[in-house]
Nanobody, 120 residues
Framework: QVQLVESGGGLVQVGGSLRLSCAASGSIASFNAMGWYRQAPGKQRELVAVFTRGGSTDYAVSVKGRFTISRDNAKNTVYLQMNSLKPEDTAVYYC??????????????WGQGTQVTVSS
C-alpha cells in the first residue's frame, strides 16, 4: 500500500505565502504523475499543479506565476510553493499520485487534504 502524507497548510493573509509538502511512502515502483488539487466549499475538485511522467509540469491558469511545484525524487516528495495568495485560493488542498506499484499494477492515491485559508 501507499500513503500520501501532506503538511504545510494553514491560515495566511492576502499576499502571503505557504509551502505544502506531500511525501509518498510504500510499495512504489514509478510515478505517472504526482501533484496537487484543491476543493473549495461548494465547488468541484480542480487541478492546481502536477508533474507528469515525462517530468513536465502543468498548472491551473489561476495559479500560474504565483504557485510553483517542485519535487525531491529521492524522497518521493512534491512541494507546492504558493505566493501572492488570494482569498479565492482558500480550499482544501489534496495531494494525488498516479503510480505503478512494485508488482506492476497502476494505482491512484489521494492524501487526506490540508486546509489553506487566505484571509483578507
Amino acid at each position: 500500500q501507499v500513503q500520501l502524507v501532506e503538511s504545510g497548510g494553514g491560515l495566511v493573509q492576502v499576499g502571503g505565502s505557504l509551502r505544502l509538502s506531500c511525501a509518498a511512502s510504500g510499495s512504489i515502483a514509478s510515478f505517472n504523475a504526482m501533484g496537487w488539487y484543491r476543493q473549495a466549499p461548494g465547488k468541484q475538485r480542480e487541478l492546481v499543479a502536477v508533474f507528469t511522467r515525462g517530468g513536465s509540469t502543468d498548472y491551473a491558469v489561476s495559479v500560474k506565476g504565483r504557485f510553483t511545484i517542485s519535487r525531491d525524487n529521492a524522497k518521493n516528495t512534491v512541494y507546492l510553493q504558493m505566493n501572492s495568495l488570494k482569498p479565492e485560493d482558500t480550499a482544501v488542498y489534496y495531494c494525488n499520485a498516479d503510480l505503478f506499484g512494485v508488482l506492476g499494477s497502476r494505482h491512484n492515491y489521494w492524501g487526506q487534504g490540508t486546509q489553506v485559508t487566505v484571509s483578507s
